[in-house]
Each structure stands twice: as C-alpha cells, then as structure tokens.
C-alpha cells in the first residue's frame, strides 16, 4: 500500500479515554462556571434587552428614551414571540451570566424537573417587598420575553442573596419561583440555586434528594459538575 | 424621521456542550498528531474549547465545523511548540538514510504501517503537517483549508504538495530505518 493510502486509513482517530474527558468536561465547567450560558439563551437575552442605539442618536434625550423604550418592547416581544413560535419545544434557557454564590460553590446551569417538596416548609416565608425591577418586570404582558424577565428577574434577587450569603432568603426566593413559574424556562438554574443553598444550610439531605431529581431531569446538564462538587465539598 | 428598521437575523449559534460531546475526540487526536506530548492533551484540550466558547457566536454555521475547530487546534499546537520546554527531538529519524525502495501496491494495512504513517507524520513540520491531515485524512477541499488556517490558497496549495512529498519520504526513512524493503 502506498504511504498516502495508509495515511488515509488512519481517519481521524477513535474515541479519546473516557476519563480525560470528563476531566476535561469538570475543567471547564470550572472554568467557564459563571459565565457560560448557552449560545441561544445569551442571543435571546441579547436581543431582549440591547435597545437599538444608532435608530435613536440625534434625537433630543427625551424622546430618544421614549423611543427606545417602545422598539425595546415590540423588538424584544416580537421577537421573543418568534422565536417561541418557530422554536416551541426546543428552548432551552440556561442562565448563568453571573457568580451566584460568593461561597465555595460555582454557578451551575441548566434546568431540572419535578422536585421533591419535602422542603418546601421549611423556607422561610418573609421576603422583603420585591425590588422595583422585578414589580416592573411583573407588570409587564405575558409575553414569553416578558416572563422570561420576570423569571430571571427574581432568580437575580436569589443569586444577589447569595453574594451576600443569605441562604434561607434564596431558598425562599428559589420556592417563589416555583411557585408563579413551575414550567418556566429558567427552572434548571433555580433547582441548582436551591440545592446549594441548602448544602449552605447545612440540610445536606434535602440537597441530595433534590440533586437526584436534577440529574433524573437533566442527565447531560452543564451545571451536574459544579453540582456534584458542592454535594462533595467536606 | 423614519425608524424602520430590518428585523434582527435569527442567530445561528451551535451548541457548545454538542459541539464538546461530538469533537472532544475530534481535537484530541488532532492535536495529538499535531505534536502535543500525551501528558499535555488534557491541558491542551481544555485551552482549545475555551477559546471555541469564546469565539463560538462568531462561528458562520453554513461553514463546516471541523476544519474550524482544526484552525484553534492548530494555533494552540503551534504556540505550544514554540515554549522551549514542549521541543521534542526527533531523533527517530536518521536523515541520511534515504530509501527508494518502492512499496508493494496491494498490502493489507497491518498495525505496524499505521504506526508508521503516524511517527511519518511527527517527523513533519507542522504547517505541512496541518494541510496533509486535513486534506488526505479528513477530506477537506484545499480552499476550505486555506480558510480555516486563514492562509492564501495558492499557499496551501503548496503546502499540500510539499507536504505529500515530505511524508512520503519521511515514510521512506523510516522503512528504510526498519530494515523494510
């Protein structure tokens, strides 16, 4: 056989060891952690909420807000209608554009199922008033972009509890969450926030169970790493 | 003042975690062959989707993936080379014994002339190195690869037939090396 024959015969080579890729995997979920969200959810985010700067330069200050503030709406309404109109089945959020905990936890990702409610009682059920943001984002249609916002809006106020490392206040807003959206987009996210809030509680248990729902519900998720290694943390 | 506007494109964005659970093996072997020590693939590997992350929504999706994956591998591989500590000599090799021996044209392909087509290939250099995998063992055309490794075609033209005649004679010394007809 001639030498450029065999060369071709190698093909491009069979499966990597199994192990080094699920290092590699564990890696860079480390790595990315906080900041990896998928491609289509940052593009949806994307084009929620950019107003479209050039169409309103020379406008007067007010008027430029005002503008901005409607093509914001119907662009990103329009769009977010689209985009669950052609795509119904296949969204798939995974928000994680942001550190989550300022413990030894990293920011996971993506969406588990149904959850057990065994903990349910135990949240703590005072919650200061919501933020203005979050009103706003309430008061908005129901449109998919809006109650995309609203979920990411009250799942900002849970990862912005655990920065300032109030586990119980991010459980209960992570329960609040499932209460108004059981079907939302962004449920994976919450299941990940409310496991480690748990471990921080110190209701290991609890986190287990709910953590063996997450896998059950999402097997391939991108956030099972960072989950496993809060689960295994001493 | 008119405020129509075009309606955004619809972004085409592969998946990332797809893209890593289809070509982990893909550039593992890629860069592997394009010279990176055993010991160093998982570092290597980890370095190469990091920057497929990063650059993934610029990724043209009418465009074909592997040749564009190849391109970071690529990149990684030669920076990797060029840090004083990841030189390798290749002193399997003895230059001077050419050998024109012609081979026979119907052989089984055993294991030992695949070993050999790839030790062939590390004794490559590595831009040459790159156009001859992606051309005779992916099967990529010559103008993809010039896009990819963002090289003028008439280069990579070049490149693949210097590289062919590289490889067959490298194949050549090693044989003769083995004491092979």
């Not at chain 1, 919650?127 to 109650?147: H, I």
Request: charged share 20%; glycine share 4%.
């Amino acid at each position: 056989m001639k030498p450029l024959e065999t060369l071709r015969a190698l093909g491009t080579g069979g499966d990597a060891p199994a192990d080094a890729k699920q290092r590699v995997y564990g890696a860079l979920m480390a790595s990315l952690g906080a900041t990896a969200a998928t491609a289509g959810a940052a593009a949806l985010a994307k084009s929620a909420t950019l107003p479209p700067a050039p169409l309103i330069a020379g406008l007067s200050s007010a008027k430029a807000l005002a503008v901005a503030a409607g093509i914001w709406l119907i662009g990103g309404a329009t769009g977010a209608a689209l985009y669950g109109a052609l795509h119904p089945q296949e969204v798939r959020v995974v928000y994680v554009d942001r550190p989550v905990f300022s413990n030894s936890v990293a920011a996971p990702v993506t969406a588990p199922a149904p959850v057990p409610s065994a903990s349910n009682a135990a949240v703590d059920p005072v919650l200061d008033p919501l933020p203005k943001r979050l009103a706003s984002a309430s008061a908005a249609s129901a449109s998919p972009a809006s109650v995309l916002s609203r979920e990411r809006a009250l799942l900002d106020l849970a990862r912005e509890s655990a920065a300032h490392g109030e586990p119980a206040l991010v459980l209960a807003r992570t329960e609040q969450h499932r209460a108004q959206f059981p079907r939302g987009k962004l449920t994976e996210e919450r299941e990940a926030l409310a496991i480690r809030a748990l471990l921080s509680l110190g209701r290991a248990a609890e986190a287990r169970t709910r953590a063996q729902a997450f896998h059950l519900a999402y097997p391939h998720s991108l956030l099972t790493p960072a989950i496993d290694s809060a689960l295994s943390a001493p | 003042m008119s405020l129509k506007r075009e309606p955004p494109p619809t972004p085409v964005v592969p998946d990332f975690r797809e893209i890593f659970e289809t070509q982990f093996s893909y550039l593992w072997h890629v860069l592997k062959r394009l010279g990176v020590a055993e010991r160093d693939l998982e570092d290597l590997t980890q370095q190469v989707f990091m920057q497929v992350h990063g650059q993934l929504p610029k990724f043209v999706s009418t465009r074909p993936l592997r040749p564009w994956l190849f391109s970071f591998a690529y990149h990684a591989a030669s920076n990797y080379r060029a840090l004083s500590r990841h030189r390798v000599e290749l002193s399997i090799v003895a230059p001077e014994q050419a050998d024109t021996t012609p081979f026979a044209d119907e052989q089984l392909i055993t294991r030992q002339e695949l070993e050999l087509a790839e030790l062939a290939l590390s004794c490559m250099a590595l831009e040459r190195r790159a156009v001859l995998l992606l051309h005779e063992v992916e099967g990529h055309s010559v103008p993809e690869i010039a896009d990819s490794l963002s090289i003028p075609l008439n280069t990579a033209y070049s490149r693949l037939r210097l590289a062919r005649q590289e490889y067959e004679q490298a194949v050549r010394r090693l044989r003769a090396q083995r004491g092979e007809s």
